[in-house]
């Protein structure tokens, strides 16, 4: 089964900075990869999705990249403010019928942006 | 904020109970799923289901059973809760789709068996 690695020591970054959070996974690359954000004590909100075959995604201020080459997905936060503070996660979507029922989720990344 | 809701939020009830977690959604979705979740760690699939009758186990096993009578709710319920079912329960659900949709998910169940 998939193996998915985010940092899991705390990220710290000055507010006004890029963060930038690393998705690492060791088997076949999947169809679909997504983020979603958790704040403490509440369900997970969907950011972003991106396809195997796309190298770069945006949002906003969001960005996420996908090298299926490297296995890996970074997720980049411009311009970071107080309010991006939270856990993100990575999920990996087979693609099997689509929905969560391919979904595998990393354990996290729980980014703090210091003022 | 997504249209899917848990009750209760907080839960803490004495082992050997039986107990029922409620789950449901206002968005029409066919899929809808039970996720377990311990602090700072991943969330594991314990059950699906791809509509009305439909339910499924997921990776992680699991004591509980769910049911899907109708597509709007996904009710799940724990015969004789035991302290090792301590933990947050997540309830999901996404439209059909080849691929590629987004879980939405609702506030969760924070479930203490003492």
């Known amino acids: 089964s998939q193996k998915i690695e985010q940092n899991s020591e705390a990220l710290n970054i000055q507010e006004g900075k890029t963060a930038t959070l690393t998705c690492n996974y060791t088997?076949?690359?999947?169809?679909?990869l997504q983020w979603y954000r958790q704040d403490p004590g509440r369900g997970p909100v969907f950011l972003l999705l991106?396809?195997?075959?796309?190298k770069e995604k945006r949002k906003e201020r969001l960005k996420v990249t996908f090298d299926t080459t490297l296995k890996q997905s970074l997720f980049h936060i411009t311009a970071s403010q107080p309010a991006d503070s939270a856990t993100y996660l990575c999920?990996?979507?087979?693609?099997?019928?689509?929905?969560?029922?391919?979904?595998?989720f990393g354990k996290g990344t729980h980014l703090i942006i210091q003022p | 904020e997504a249209d899917i809701y848990q009750t209760p939020r907080y839960l803490v009830i004495g082992t050997g109970k039986k107990i029922t977690l409620e789950c449901s959604q206002t968005?029409?979705?066919?899929?809808m799923y039970w996720y377990q979740q311990d602090p700072g760690m991943e969330l594991h699939l314990i059950h699906y289901?791809?509509?009305?009758?439909?339910?499924e186990k997921g990776d992680l096993s699991s004591e509980s059973t769910v049911s899907r009578i109708r597509t709007e709710h996904f009710p799940l319920t724990l015969e004789s809760a035991r302290p090792s079912h301590t933990s947050q329960y997540l309830c999901?659900?996404?439209?059909?789709?080849?691929?590629?949709?987004?879980?939405?998910f609702g506030q969760g169940t924070r479930l203490t068996v003492v």
């Open positions: 088997n076949y690359s999947p169809a679909y």
């Open positions: 999920a990996l979507d087979e693609g099997s019928g689509g929905g969560a029922d391919g979904l595998t």
């Open positions: 991106i396809r195997e075959n796309e």
């Open positions: 289901s791809y509509g009305v009758n439909s339910t």
């Open positions: 999901a659900s996404s439209p059909s789709g080849t691929g590629g949709t987004e879980a939405f």
């Open positions: 968005m029409g979705h066919d899929k």
